[in-house]
Protein backbone atom coordinates (compact mmCIF):
# COMPACT_ATOMS: atom_id res chain seq x y z
CA UNK A 1 0.00 0.00 0.00
CA UNK A 2 1.02 3.41 -1.21
CA UNK A 3 1.48 6.77 0.88
CA UNK A 4 -1.43 8.06 -0.71
CA UNK A 5 -3.66 4.91 -0.37
CA UNK A 6 -2.93 4.63 3.14
CA UNK A 7 -4.10 7.86 3.31
CA UNK A 8 -7.28 7.43 1.72
CA UNK A 9 -7.65 4.42 4.15
CA UNK A 10 -7.00 6.57 7.35
CA UNK A 11 -10.50 8.39 5.92
CA UNK A 12 -12.52 4.67 5.21
CA UNK A 13 -12.03 5.48 1.66
CA UNK A 14 -8.54 2.81 1.23
CA UNK A 15 -9.56 1.38 -2.06
CA UNK A 16 -11.40 4.07 -3.59
CA UNK A 17 -9.56 4.80 -6.84
CA UNK A 18 -11.17 8.25 -6.81
CA UNK A 19 -10.22 9.78 -3.06
CA UNK A 20 -6.76 8.48 -3.98
CA UNK A 21 -7.17 11.07 -6.96
CA UNK A 22 -8.36 14.07 -4.60
CA UNK A 23 -4.95 13.21 -2.26
CA UNK A 24 -2.83 12.60 -5.50
CA UNK A 25 -3.77 16.48 -6.68
CA UNK A 26 -3.34 17.82 -3.27
CA UNK A 27 -0.21 16.22 -2.48
CA UNK A 28 3.49 15.62 -3.74
CA UNK A 29 4.92 12.00 -3.29
CA UNK A 30 7.03 13.47 0.04
CA UNK A 31 4.23 15.32 1.21
CA UNK A 32 2.02 12.32 1.37
CA UNK A 33 4.76 10.76 3.03
CA UNK A 34 5.07 12.94 5.89
CA UNK A 35 0.77 13.42 5.82
CA UNK A 36 1.51 10.14 6.53
CA UNK A 37 3.77 9.87 10.27
CA UNK A 38 2.11 13.25 11.37
CA UNK A 39 1.84 14.57 13.91
CA UNK A 40 5.70 13.15 14.16
CA UNK A 41 8.00 15.45 14.92
CA UNK A 42 10.20 17.33 11.84
CA UNK A 43 13.54 15.89 12.94
CA UNK A 44 11.99 12.62 13.18
CA UNK A 45 10.62 12.91 9.70
CA UNK A 46 14.05 14.10 8.33
CA UNK A 47 15.50 10.85 9.55
CA UNK A 48 13.13 8.65 8.32
CA UNK A 49 12.88 10.17 5.18
CA UNK A 50 16.38 10.97 4.57
CA UNK A 51 15.65 14.34 3.90
CA UNK A 52 16.65 17.89 5.37
CA UNK A 53 15.24 19.27 8.36
CA UNK A 54 14.60 22.60 6.53
CA UNK A 55 13.13 20.22 4.22
CA UNK A 56 10.92 18.63 5.61
CA UNK A 57 9.47 22.40 7.77
CA UNK A 58 9.09 23.84 4.36
CA UNK A 59 6.69 21.13 2.88
CA UNK A 60 4.66 21.12 6.23
CA UNK A 61 4.10 24.75 5.52
CA UNK A 62 3.16 24.56 2.45
CA UNK A 63 0.88 21.31 3.38
CA UNK A 64 -0.72 24.33 5.73
CA UNK A 65 -1.43 26.25 2.92
CA UNK A 66 -3.13 23.58 0.94
CA UNK A 67 -5.11 22.65 3.94
CA UNK A 68 -3.56 19.08 4.17
CA UNK A 69 -1.52 19.80 7.47
CA UNK A 70 -3.77 21.58 10.64
CA UNK A 71 -0.88 22.52 13.06
CA UNK A 72 -1.59 22.83 16.84
CA UNK A 73 0.28 26.39 16.44
CA UNK A 74 -0.40 28.05 13.16
CA UNK A 75 2.52 30.43 13.45
CA UNK A 76 5.80 27.51 14.30
CA UNK A 77 3.80 24.49 12.42
CA UNK A 78 4.15 22.35 15.47
CA UNK A 79 1.72 19.49 16.32
CA UNK A 80 0.70 19.31 13.10
CA UNK A 81 -1.50 16.79 11.60
CA UNK A 82 -3.59 15.46 8.70
CA UNK A 83 -7.13 16.10 8.50
CA UNK A 84 -9.48 13.59 10.98
CA UNK A 85 -12.16 13.72 8.18
CA UNK A 86 -13.29 13.21 4.46
CA UNK A 87 -15.36 16.82 5.59
CA UNK A 88 -12.53 18.83 6.98
CA UNK A 89 -9.91 18.21 4.23
CA UNK A 90 -12.99 19.33 2.06
CA UNK A 91 -13.48 22.32 3.70
CA UNK A 92 -9.79 22.99 4.02
CA UNK A 93 -8.63 22.33 0.80
CA UNK A 94 -10.98 23.94 -1.13
CA UNK A 95 -12.37 26.96 0.85
CA UNK A 96 -9.24 29.29 0.22
CA UNK A 97 -8.63 32.52 -2.20
CA UNK A 98 -5.31 30.77 -3.93
CA UNK A 99 -6.82 26.95 -4.26
CA UNK A 100 -7.36 28.08 -8.01
CA UNK A 101 -3.89 29.49 -8.65
CA UNK A 102 -2.64 26.61 -6.87
CA UNK A 103 -4.37 23.53 -8.98
CA UNK A 104 -6.43 25.11 -11.53
CA UNK A 105 -9.68 23.07 -11.94
CA UNK A 106 -7.81 19.35 -11.25
CA UNK A 107 -8.87 19.52 -7.41
CA UNK A 108 -12.52 20.68 -8.23
CA UNK A 109 -13.07 18.22 -10.51
CA UNK A 110 -11.22 15.62 -8.28
CA UNK A 111 -13.29 16.40 -5.32
CA UNK A 112 -16.55 15.99 -7.39
CA UNK A 113 -16.32 13.24 -9.27
CA UNK A 114 -15.52 11.40 -5.75
CA UNK A 115 -18.14 13.37 -3.95
CA UNK A 116 -21.13 12.54 -6.42
CA UNK A 117 -19.53 8.78 -7.27
CA UNK A 118 -18.99 7.80 -3.48
CA UNK A 119 -18.94 10.29 -0.75
CA UNK A 120 -22.29 11.92 -1.08
CA UNK A 121 -24.28 8.42 -1.02
CA UNK A 122 -22.69 7.68 1.88
CA UNK A 123 -22.79 10.67 3.35
CA UNK A 124 -26.78 10.52 2.77
CA UNK A 125 -26.43 6.93 4.54
CA UNK A 126 -24.96 8.26 7.79
CA UNK A 127 -27.00 11.22 7.83
CA UNK A 128 -30.43 9.19 7.17
CA UNK A 129 -29.34 7.17 10.68
CA UNK A 130 -29.61 10.22 12.82
CA UNK A 131 -32.03 11.36 15.65
CA UNK A 132 -31.02 14.84 15.87
CA UNK A 133 -29.92 17.38 12.86
CA UNK A 134 -26.07 19.15 13.74
CA UNK A 135 -27.02 21.95 11.85
CA UNK A 136 -29.83 24.39 12.28
CA UNK A 137 -31.15 27.35 10.20
CA UNK A 138 -30.89 30.94 11.77
CA UNK A 139 -33.59 33.34 10.16
CA UNK A 140 -32.88 36.46 8.35
CA UNK A 141 -32.39 39.12 11.00
CA UNK A 142 -34.16 41.50 8.55
CA UNK A 143 -37.31 39.16 8.32
CA UNK A 144 -37.55 39.38 12.28
CA UNK A 145 -36.49 42.24 13.04
CA UNK A 146 -38.44 43.88 16.17
CA UNK A 147 -40.68 40.92 16.15
CA UNK A 148 -41.58 39.50 20.35
CA UNK A 149 -39.94 36.29 21.80
CA UNK A 150 -36.64 36.76 19.30
CA UNK A 151 -33.57 34.76 21.65
CA UNK A 152 -29.82 35.20 21.13
CA UNK A 153 -30.28 32.31 19.04
CA UNK A 154 -32.46 33.46 16.88
CA UNK A 155 -30.39 36.66 15.58
CA UNK A 156 -27.86 35.82 13.48
CA UNK A 157 -26.00 39.25 14.45
CA UNK A 158 -25.58 37.57 18.31
CA UNK A 159 -23.54 35.12 16.76
CA UNK A 160 -21.24 37.89 15.21
CA UNK A 161 -21.47 39.82 18.65
CA UNK A 162 -20.45 36.72 20.30
CA UNK A 163 -17.41 35.71 18.22
CA UNK A 164 -14.03 36.27 19.46
CA UNK A 165 -12.72 36.76 16.08
CA UNK A 166 -14.70 36.32 12.78
CA UNK A 167 -12.95 35.28 9.03
CA UNK A 168 -14.83 35.19 5.67
CA UNK A 169 -13.27 32.14 3.43
CA UNK A 170 -14.98 31.56 0.10
CA UNK A 171 -17.47 28.47 -0.19
CA UNK A 172 -15.87 25.55 -0.46
CA UNK A 173 -19.17 23.62 -1.61
CA UNK A 174 -19.74 26.62 -4.55
CA UNK A 175 -16.17 26.19 -5.47
CA UNK A 176 -16.13 22.57 -5.85
CA UNK A 177 -19.37 22.54 -7.79
CA UNK A 178 -18.16 25.94 -9.76
CA UNK A 179 -22.03 27.55 -8.93
CA UNK A 180 -20.73 30.88 -8.82
CA UNK A 181 -23.31 32.60 -9.60
CA UNK A 182 -24.48 34.47 -6.22
CA UNK A 183 -21.55 36.02 -3.21
CA UNK A 184 -18.57 33.02 -3.24
CA UNK A 185 -16.98 34.62 0.09
CA UNK A 186 -19.64 33.70 2.35
CA UNK A 187 -18.75 31.16 4.77
CA UNK A 188 -18.16 33.02 8.14
CA UNK A 189 -15.34 31.29 10.67
CA UNK A 190 -14.85 32.25 14.62
CA UNK A 191 -12.41 32.10 16.99
CA UNK A 192 -9.72 29.73 16.26
CA UNK A 193 -11.36 28.49 13.05
CA UNK A 194 -11.08 32.22 12.01
CA UNK A 195 -7.32 31.90 13.16
CA UNK A 196 -6.90 29.11 10.72
CA UNK A 197 -7.83 31.06 7.68
CA UNK A 198 -6.18 34.12 8.57
CA UNK A 199 -2.86 32.88 9.14
CA UNK A 200 -2.86 30.64 6.43
CA UNK A 201 -4.01 33.51 3.98
CA UNK A 202 -7.32 30.95 2.88
CA UNK A 203 -9.44 34.07 3.69
CA UNK A 204 -9.69 37.64 5.62
CA UNK A 205 -10.52 38.91 8.67
CA UNK A 206 -13.77 40.68 9.66
CA UNK A 207 -14.77 43.23 11.68
CA UNK A 208 -18.45 43.04 13.24
CA UNK A 209 -19.57 45.77 10.39
CA UNK A 210 -17.80 44.05 7.70
CA UNK A 211 -18.98 40.70 8.46
CA UNK A 212 -23.04 42.01 9.02
CA UNK A 213 -22.29 43.29 5.90
CA UNK A 214 -21.71 39.72 4.24
CA UNK A 215 -24.53 38.87 6.16
CA UNK A 216 -26.84 41.22 4.48
CA UNK A 217 -25.41 40.11 1.16
CA UNK A 218 -26.27 36.84 1.38
CA UNK A 219 -29.79 37.21 2.47
CA UNK A 220 -30.59 39.44 -0.66
CA UNK A 221 -28.90 36.69 -2.67
CA UNK A 222 -31.22 34.11 -0.82
CA UNK A 223 -28.93 32.01 1.28
CA UNK A 224 -29.74 30.30 3.86
CA UNK A 225 -27.66 31.05 7.59
CA UNK A 226 -26.82 27.47 9.05
CA UNK A 227 -25.42 27.57 12.73
CA UNK A 228 -24.85 24.69 15.04
CA UNK A 229 -28.23 23.18 16.70
CA UNK A 230 -27.48 24.16 20.20
CA UNK A 231 -28.59 27.00 22.63
CA UNK A 232 -24.62 28.43 22.12
CA UNK A 233 -23.27 31.40 20.09
CA UNK A 234 -19.77 29.80 20.56
CA UNK A 235 -19.22 28.23 17.50
CA UNK A 236 -16.22 27.58 14.82
CA UNK A 237 -18.10 27.97 11.54
CA UNK A 238 -21.35 29.24 9.83
CA UNK A 239 -22.27 28.32 6.31
CA UNK A 240 -25.07 30.38 4.05
CA UNK A 241 -26.50 27.61 2.23
CA UNK A 242 -28.35 26.88 -1.48
CA UNK A 243 -30.22 23.79 -2.28
CA UNK A 244 -27.94 23.42 -5.69
CA UNK A 245 -24.32 23.01 -3.61
CA UNK A 246 -24.36 22.49 -0.21
CA UNK A 247 -22.34 19.41 1.14
CA UNK A 248 -24.87 19.44 3.98
CA UNK A 249 -27.86 19.47 1.59
CA UNK A 250 -27.36 18.18 -1.53
CA UNK A 251 -26.41 14.40 -1.10
CA UNK A 252 -29.30 14.24 1.14
CA UNK A 253 -31.56 15.75 -1.42
CA UNK A 254 -30.06 13.23 -4.22
CA UNK A 255 -30.19 10.27 -2.12
CA UNK A 256 -33.85 11.03 -0.97
CA UNK A 257 -32.92 11.94 2.72
CA UNK A 258 -34.99 13.88 4.56
CA UNK A 259 -33.17 17.54 4.85
CA UNK A 260 -34.44 17.62 8.40
CA UNK A 261 -31.56 14.29 9.35
CA UNK A 262 -29.17 17.11 9.14
CA UNK A 263 -30.64 20.55 9.50
CA UNK A 264 -33.10 21.89 12.12
CA UNK A 265 -35.72 24.29 11.28
CA UNK A 266 -35.54 27.19 12.93
CA UNK A 267 -38.15 28.72 15.45
CA UNK A 268 -40.14 30.22 13.16
CA UNK A 269 -42.21 29.86 9.93
CA UNK A 270 -43.71 32.17 7.07
CA UNK A 271 -46.98 33.51 6.39
CA UNK A 272 -48.41 34.41 3.60
CA UNK A 273 -51.18 36.87 3.15
CA UNK A 274 -53.25 36.14 0.28
CA UNK A 275 -54.92 39.43 0.09
CA UNK A 276 -51.59 41.30 -0.33
CA UNK A 277 -50.10 38.96 -2.76
CA UNK A 278 -49.56 39.83 -6.18
CA UNK A 279 -48.51 36.61 -8.17
CA UNK A 280 -45.09 38.06 -8.99
CA UNK A 281 -43.34 34.50 -8.13
CA UNK A 282 -40.79 36.05 -6.55
CA UNK A 283 -40.99 33.99 -3.28
CA UNK A 284 -40.83 31.17 -5.52
CA UNK A 285 -37.91 31.52 -7.36
CA UNK A 286 -36.20 32.31 -3.66
CA UNK A 287 -37.15 29.57 -1.44
CA UNK A 288 -34.38 26.87 -0.90
CA UNK A 289 -36.82 24.19 0.15
CA UNK A 290 -40.07 24.47 -2.70
CA UNK A 291 -42.26 25.08 0.30
CA UNK A 292 -44.00 27.92 -2.25
CA UNK A 293 -45.81 27.28 -5.11
CA UNK A 294 -48.46 29.09 -7.21
CA UNK A 295 -51.85 28.18 -7.44
CA UNK A 296 -55.46 29.84 -7.68
CA UNK A 297 -57.39 31.44 -4.67
CA UNK A 298 -61.45 32.00 -4.74
CA UNK A 299 -62.42 35.79 -5.96
CA UNK A 300 -58.95 36.58 -7.54
CA UNK A 301 -57.85 35.79 -11.01
CA UNK A 302 -54.48 36.00 -10.69
CA UNK A 303 -52.35 32.89 -9.02
CA UNK A 304 -50.84 33.24 -5.26
CA UNK A 305 -48.42 32.23 -3.54
CA UNK A 306 -49.10 28.79 -1.36
CA UNK A 307 -47.06 27.64 1.67
CA UNK A 308 -46.40 24.38 2.27
CA UNK A 309 -46.15 24.55 5.86
CA UNK A 310 -44.35 20.78 6.26
CA UNK A 311 -41.89 22.02 3.93
CA UNK A 312 -41.03 25.69 5.20
CA UNK A 313 -38.15 26.07 7.28
CA UNK A 314 -38.22 29.46 8.57
CA UNK A 315 -35.35 30.85 6.91
CA UNK A 316 -37.15 33.97 5.94
CA UNK A 317 -35.48 34.91 2.94
CA UNK A 318 -38.86 34.88 1.34
CA UNK A 319 -40.17 37.76 3.43
CA UNK A 320 -37.05 40.06 2.30
CA UNK A 321 -37.78 40.48 -1.58
CA UNK A 322 -41.67 40.20 -1.22
CA UNK A 323 -42.35 44.11 -2.74
CA UNK A 324 -46.43 44.30 -1.54
CA UNK A 325 -45.52 42.87 1.97
CA UNK A 326 -47.46 39.57 1.46
CA UNK A 327 -44.94 37.51 3.49
CA UNK A 328 -44.05 37.49 7.56
CA UNK A 329 -43.01 35.07 10.17
CA UNK A 330 -44.32 33.99 12.92
CA UNK A 331 -43.16 32.41 15.87
CA UNK A 332 -44.16 28.63 16.58
CA UNK A 333 -41.18 26.74 18.22
CA UNK A 334 -40.15 26.96 21.78
CA UNK A 335 -36.77 27.69 22.98
CA UNK A 336 -36.66 24.17 23.56
CA UNK A 337 -36.92 23.38 19.97
CA UNK A 338 -32.88 24.08 20.41
CA UNK A 339 -31.25 21.59 21.62
CA UNK A 340 -28.98 22.25 25.47
CA UNK A 341 -26.69 20.11 23.59
CA UNK A 342 -24.05 20.15 20.63
CA UNK A 343 -25.16 17.58 18.47
CA UNK A 344 -22.30 14.98 17.33
CA UNK A 345 -21.40 15.26 13.74
CA UNK A 346 -22.10 12.11 11.62
CA UNK A 347 -18.69 9.60 10.55
CA UNK A 348 -18.80 11.27 7.50
Not at 293 to 304: C, Q
Request: include cysteine.
Amino acid sequence: MNAYEALAQKHGYGGSARYRKVMETLLTPIQAQIALELPAQPEDLAAKLKVGVDKVKAEIKDMFRKGVAIPRNFETMEGARFPRSVTQLHDASEASYFVQDLFGDRLFQAWEDFSQKEWYPRYAQEYAKRDQPFDRVIPAYKAIQGMAGVTQFDDIREVLKAASLIATVPCSCRNQARKLDVILDSCLQFGRSGEYAIVRQSGRKLSYEEALDIIDQVEDHGQVHMFVNAQMLSYGVMCNCTNDACIAWTPLLQHGVPVNKRAAKSRFEAAIDQELCDGCQVCVDRCQFDAITMGKVAGSKRLKAQLDMEKCWGCGVCVLKCAPEAISMKLVRPLEHIPKERPAPAPA
